[in-house]
């Protein structure tokens, strides 16, 4: 795919944003803030961890985004005695005495890691090595990974007997934290109706895996005005207790705050952010716009937060 400038080609991003979504409406319904999330991890080359109760059709909405970018797409349900080699793959001695290595689950373009807070953090480390160094190591031996890769976890927030939470470290990896929440009234009725009949629907491959990276590399050629640039970097200040930008409702309900992972990506989501709106560059709305979802995760909140029911999306609410 070759372009005349850099300027028709994120117009032709712009355009297939809309075919991608028009796609995944067929199948997704009501979840459209979701969707673009996680397309905007995608095009950021960006991993995004999914948190949402059990049927809001988590697996069935990666299984489409994978089918409409023309990717391989991989599901790994995270179960206790899940064992690293389970999903980075093993060598085995085949029938001439010869080590061969079996490939295992991570390899393809799209990862679905069902409730990964399943799972020991000897699996879990497994998983997030994967993720940071596009690569895994068996036996001595290192395997490069499938490009474009990209992982999208889930967690439920239900249950939380028998798990292993993420640590904050590793949660750092992902871009992105989406809360899904519940479909509203219109929105299930039509998710009933349709998924009750015998109604087929089938949807178009909108990218292929070498459009998706041509794009991923446009992106980083975005450019961002100075104060856009200082307005993301003020604001992971902000999160940190001992920052001297930090307001009041930080110092008095947050342990920790986001470190300069968060300031990264910040700007490089807001880029993608103002591509799918058709803008040539991304401005402090950009910005705005998916720092809930890059910063809820990087936050630690104190006791007395806890004790007085305030929530870090209320904390970062008033930051903006």
Known sequence: MEYKSDV????????KYGELMNEIRKIIIGQDATVRNVLIGIFSRGHVLLIGVPGLAKTLLVHTIASVLDLKFNRIQFTPDLMPSDITGSEILDEKKEFRFIRGPLFANIVLADEINR????????????MQEKNVTVGGTTHLLEEPFFVLATQNPIEQEGTYPLPEAQLDRFMLNVVLDYPAFADELNIVRNTTSDKNTQVKKILTAADIMYFQNLIRKIP???????????????????????????KDYVDW?????????????????AVFSGKYSPDIEDVQAIATSVLRHRMVKNYKAEAEGITLDDIIKKLL
């Not at 470190?259 to 490089?268: D, E, I, K, M, Y």
């Open 119 to 130: 799972t020991p953090p000897k699996t879990q480390a497994a998983l997030l090595e994967a």
């Open 224 to 250: 961002v005005a100075d104060n856009v640039l200082e307005y993301a970097v003020k604001l992971s200040h902000k999160t940190r207790p001992s920052s001297p930008y930090a307001p009041q409702i930080v």
């Open 8 to 15: 028709e080609a994120v117009d032709a991003l712009a355009a």
């Open 257 to 273: 705050g986001a470190g300069p992972r968060a300031s990264q990506n910040l700007t490089v989501g807001a880029k993608c952010h």
